[in-house]
């Protein structure tokens, strides 16, 4: 089901791509942003940076067209997680084999995974089945892994937990990337900062350091900056605004500047963000959000369907072209979206686990068994393998796991010399 109609997107998506990026798709002719447009851009960028995680459980689908890893690439994620762990070096030859296959299997072009994530101020849990790996029944995962955010709940901060296997680590100090699902009711990052770049008012910011999460949700809109953009006048930004023809109360809005690139390659750029908003609801949205980087000859596009009335998509479609490389898509259909649902942190995101799993804390980058029920060695190197199965899984949630952590650190350093940058 899902190959199929990720293909039909990528079809729709390369056809189409360079008319949603046009000003002629709207018969109205562009005007100004009224005030209070500008300010619901404004909000509507300065939600995603506000620290609240709500109480919510996911089921989605996940579909992703990527291309493929040559030789030298799966050659290169192998160097690199042999320098993360060298123990890994220390394998059989076949199964160093398996950790190759794992990686190709991985990213050979179209991945499916069926994901249930749990969030709250307490922590995030996400269990996934990688159809590349296993095939299971539906509501049954292969994975989890768990941040926990309330400390009361555990000495630890994190765990992930192989459930075939019965395999399970704690650490204390690691913490796993988020892909945090439950925030496609807002703006996709990509097309945040530059809005608060140029509206955000660095005088509500602290100054000589960069801002905490809590401070920098409290950055406030510039009333002189929203005014020359308004009148035209900035001299680094231009927005304009059309109405869609036929559909009430949704308008295209064309935001075009120089600035740092959100999507590779990150670099200054002549840069156009269009933003399509109209209600679900009482509440704005975002429903489609498209970007070109005129320096680089980027795109990237990001489109909801479905929305109910609390303002939550049941469809995101995300698309990335690049010159001289295939499109990416990311297709994610949500079948179920459970607001304030009656599970306890305690139930999801503590770490328990029966008498018959091995459980091993990775902290010290040497695995301690904390409980093993065949009574193995206390303790173990870190990529001790007990199948050929728990060496594939291992690998393949090494290499993208820390990527994506340093991918979030980057980012969030970029963002906070971004604002402090770009708003004096």
């Given at each position: 089901?899902?190959?199929s ?6 079809l729709?998506c390369l ?9 002629a798709?709207?018969?109205?002719d ?17 939600a995603?940076v506000v ?5 919510v459980r ?5 579909v ?5 890893l040559?030789?030298?690439?799966i050659a290169?994620a ?13 394998l ?8 190759t296959?794992?990686i ?8 499916t ?11 995030y ?20 892994f768990v ?11 994190s765990?992930l ?7 399970a680590?704690l650490?204390?100090?690691?913490v ?11 703006l996709?990052?990509?097309?945040v900062?530059p809005?608060?770049?140029a509206?955000g ?7 000589g ?30 927005l ?13 809005f064309i ?19 269009v ?10 949205v975002?429903?489609e959000?498209s970007?070109?980087?005129?320096t ?5 596009i990001?489109k909801?369907?479905?929305f ?13 072209v ?15 979206v ?8 305690q139930q999801?995101?503590?770490p328990?686990?029966?008498t018959?799993y091995?459980?091993?804390?990775i ?6 068994v904390l409980q093993?029920?065949s009574?193995?060695k ?15 899984i ?5 290499l ?6 340093i991918?979030?650190v ?6 906070s010399r971004g604002v ?5």
């Amino acid at each position: 089901m899902f190959p199929s109609r990720v293909s039909r997107l990528s079809l729709i998506c390369l056809g189409l791509f360079p008319r949603l990026l046009c000003l002629a798709a709207s018969g109205a002719d562009p005007r100004s942003a009224s005030s209070e447009e500008i300010q619901t851009l404004f909000e509507l960028a300065r939600a995603r940076v506000v620290p609240q995680r709500p109480r919510v459980r996911l089921v989605a689908d996940i579909v992703s067209i990527e291309p493929k890893l040559s030789q030298e690439q799966i050659a290169a994620a192998i160097k690199y997680q042999n320098e993360l762990f060298p123990r890994l070096m220390r394998l059989s030859e076949a199964d160093q084999r398996a950790r190759t296959n794992a990686i190709a299997r991985s990213h050979s072009g179209i991945r499916t995974l069926h994901v249930q994530e749990w969030s709250s101020e307490g922590g995030y849990r996400l269990d996934y089945t990688d159809e590349g790996l296993v095939k299971l029944q539906p509501g049954t995962y292969a994975e989890s892994f768990v941040n926990i955010g309330d400390r009361t709940l555990s000495p630890y901060r994190s765990f992930l937990d192989h459930h075939l296997l019965r395999d399970a680590q704690l650490s204390k100090i690691l913490v796993y990337a988020q892909k945090d699902l439950w925030r496609a009711a807002e703006l996709d990052p990509e097309f945040v900062f530059p809005l608060l770049i140029a509206l955000g008012d660095s005088k509500s910011l602290p100054h000589g350091r960069p801002p905490t999460d809590a401070e920098f949700s409290q950055l406030k809109i510039s009333p002189s900056k929203a005014e020359l953009i308004h009148n035209g006048s900035h001299p680094l930004w231009h927005l304009q605004a059309i109405a869609e023809d036929g559909q009430e109360e949704r308008t295209r809005f064309i935001f075009r500047g120089r600035t740092i690139s959100p999507i590779e390659p990150r670099v200054e750029s002549d840069m156009q963000f269009v933003y399509e908003v109209g209600r679900a609801g009482q509440k704005p949205v975002c429903m489609e959000a498209s970007l070109t980087n005129y320096t680089t000859h980027s795109s990237f596009i990001s489109k909801k369907e479905g929305f109910d009335n609390q303002g939550f998509p049941h469809v995101w479609k995300r698309t990335t072209v690049r010159p001289d490389a295939p499109a990416e898509h990311t297709d994610v259909v949500f079948k179920e979206v459970e607001a304030n649902p009656g599970f306890t942190d305690q139930q999801i995101f503590s770490p328990v686990f029966g008498t018959n799993y091995i459980v091993s804390d990775i902290t010290s980058g040497q695995a301690v068994v904390l409980q093993n029920p065949s009574h193995f060695k206390v303790v173990q190197p870190l990529a001790h393998v007990t199948s050929v199965k728990r060496v594939i899984i291992l690998c393949m949630l090494a290499l993208p796991t820390i990527a994506m952590g340093i991918a979030l650190v980057l980012t969030k350093r970029k963002r906070s010399r971004g604002v402090h940058g770009g708003t004096q």
